[in-house]
């Protein structure tokens, strides 16, 4: 594993971490999933970049338009959130709740 392949890989994993070890505000989660993202679209962009075939290189933008979605459609939620609860916590977002 070159050291490359272990950065992107590490980025992943730690973004992953953060994701399920600080759970408690929504802006935290959404901001450790954009991480994993990045880090996906960087290891996608150098891996495409390797190969010279043209069905790869789509790769990297359709991760890099998926990321911008996720954060649209996460900063909406958070917004709805704090605007109906008052905060921006997880623990809020419960649909069992009563």
């Known amino acids: ?25 929504l802006l935290s989660a959404l901001l450790c999933l954009e991480g994993t993202m990045l880090s996906l679209y960087l290891a996608s962009s150098l891996w495409s970049s390797s190969f010279v075939l043209s069905t790869t290189s789509i790769t990297p ?30 623990h809020n977002l419960n649909l069992l709740q009563c």
Do not use: Q, W
């Open 1 to 25: 594993m070159t050291l490359t392949h272990f950065t992107f890989c590490s980025a992943f994993i730690l973004g992953l971490m953060g994701l399920t070890f600080h759970r408690t505000h």
């Open 61 to 90: 933008m359709l991760i890099l338009t998926f990321s911008a979605c996720e954060a649209g459609t996460g900063l909406s939620l958070m917004v709805a959130t704090a605007r109906t609860y008052g905060n921006d916590k997880l």
